[in-house]
């Protein structure tokens, strides 16, 4: 036994040892294409150092308590996010799980059997059988107990387990950073759908102050026709244009009901639980400092997902490739068996076992190498769909920092027209009230002021939404440091 327990402790040291090689590539992080400067960042707000913002609560940046209060509930009771959570948990275990695989399995184990004989024949003691018509015409019972303990361990030789860890690893942080993605998402969407409900709010208020402004041009228009000195058709074009304008103020209900409604629901809660009162339009577009391009490698969840995705399928490669080398596993044994409970630890009864075995693949065909080839593709895959995802992040903060300087250079321009329009709506009216002009005049000047207003509202929504935009492509201060490590 001695020379045994010696034997297997060599393989045991020498297994140890050979556990310390780890086969296919070691990661690292896949080159991209970055610039020093974002293209449509000209004039804009650059980030300080100590700055980096929009970080954490972004949103507080509107001053809007009610904004406030929804994007907390988002956090707890949005269920996308609920279910990234679960499966960064699931991933987690799955690390766990790996990595038990490089430890030795102890298992113990007891038994007691009840065992008899009958018609003539004998039982051998000490544990030797049964001859049938051995004896005489008696019966006998033996009662046996047992109680042992054994261990088996398959050594990491060639480190696909530990492979295997790395790639759970990487899998698990790539949920963590799906987490954050679901989190930011979910809360720009929500600010999204919170903008264009006041902005539908603001537009109804207009539309209503137009409707006021059209019901009493009919009226003026009416009173003219009784006098004999308008036409029918100018009555009934002031009545078209008064109902048409109370549609499109209902239809703003309609759409500002639809906007609360999927507010509700990524709030977590049934859209008939979520009342939002009307309110005045109060929102500004903030200013929003942007870094360098390479500080959204670090920012940005979706890419560090994509980068920890490519990491895991590098980590594949190795668990294929250690398939080309022979593994071993060691088992042992020991234990006492017994007829009697009371004596049945004693040396006497003791038993145990040793052993190794190796196995290796000597002829599959081609199987190992297209598993590695496979796992060499999916690599490859990984790391394109990683630059993708770093390119369509580059994309879409240039999209926005075109999208708010352009919006707010027009801003002016929408505020003007709009002042215009407003002042030729009120000319008109008074050349008309005078006789001066036909009802036609009045119409159109009308109809462009409410326009003008209309877009004006629209042009200082869309500012605000390109903001949002640019706060999610950004990362909305979230950083790949957040990452868990284990």
């Known amino acids: ?28 992080r896949p080159p991209v294409q970055t610039t020093p400067r974002f293209k449509e960042a000209e004039g804009w707000i650059p980030a300080q150092p100590a700055d980096e913002a929009p970080r954490g609560d972004w949103w507080t940046i509107f001053n809007d308590p009610v904004l406030n209060q929804l994007e907390k509930k988002v956090v707890i009771s949005n269920q996308n996010i609920a279910a990234a959570e679960a499966a960064y948990r699931e991933a987690h275990a799955l690390v766990a799980q790996d990595r038990a695989q490089l430890f030795p399995t102890l298992s113990a184990n007891g038994s007691v059997t009840h065992s008899g004989s009958g018609g003539g024949s004998t039982v051998i003691p000490g544990g030797g059988g049964i001859i049938p018509g051995g004896g005489g015409g008696g019966s006998s019972t033996r009662t046996t107990y047992q109680a042992s303990g054994s261990a088996s361990w398959a050594p990491d030789l060639w480190g696909k387990i530990r492979r295997t860890i790395e790639g759970a690893k990487a899998s698990a942080q790539a949920s963590a950073a799906d987490i954050a993605n679901a ?47 308008a036409a029918k058709s100018d009555v009934l074009t002031a009545q078209t244009q008064l109902e048409n304008a109370q549609a499109q103020s209902a239809d703003y209900v309609r759409q500002r009901q639809l906007m609360e409604h999927a507010i509700a629901v990524l709030a977590g809660e049934p859209p008939a639980e979520l009342t939002l ?40 490669i190795g668990v294929q490739v250690a398939a080309y080398y022979p593994t071993l596993n060691l088992t042992g044994q020991y234990g006492f068996t017994g007829s009697g409970l009371g004596s049945l630890f004693s040396a006497s009864n003791n038993f145990w076992s040793l052993g190794g075995s190796a196995a290796e693949t000597v002829l599959d065909f081609g199987a190992r190498k297209a598993r590695v080839q496979q ?14 995802t770093v390119l369509s992040a580059f994309q879409g903060v240039e999209d926005q920092l075109a999208s708010v300087r352009i919006l707010a250079q027009e801003t002016p321009f929408r505020t003007s027209a709009s002042q215009a329009a407003d002042a030729a709506e009120r000319i008109a009216l008074n050349q008309y009230r005078a006789g001066t002009t036909t009802y036609t005049t009045v119409v159109v000047a009308q109809t462009t002021a409410l326009s003008a207003r209309t877009s004006l509202i629209s042009n200082q929504e869309s500012r605000i939404v390109a903001a949002l935009t640019l706060i999610q492509d950004l990362g909305g201060g979230w950083s790949v440091s957040e990452l868990p490590k284990d």
């Open 183 to 229: 989190r930011l998402s979910a809360q720009a969407e929500l600010a999204t759908d919170y903008v264009q409900m006041r902005a539908d709010d603001e537009l109804k208020r207009l539309t209503d102050l137009t409707v006021d402004g059209y019901r009493r041009s009919l009226q003026i228009t009416q009173n003219q026709y009784n006098a004999g000195v």
């Open 375 to 388: 796992a060499k593709a999916a690599y490859d895959q990984a790391v394109a769909q990683y630059r993708q």
């Open 277 to 316: 009162a009307p309110e005045a339009w109060t929102l500004t577009p903030p200013e929003v400092p942007v870094s360098v391009p390479s500080t959204l490698l670090l920012r940005r969840p979706d890419i560090a997902a994509a980068e920890r995705s490519a990491a895991n399928a590098s980590a594949q």
């Open 1 to 28: 036994m001695n020379r045994s327990v010696r034997s297997l402790a060599l393989a045991s040291a020498s297994a140890v040892l050979l556990s310390g090689c780890l086969v296919g590539p070691n990661y690292v």
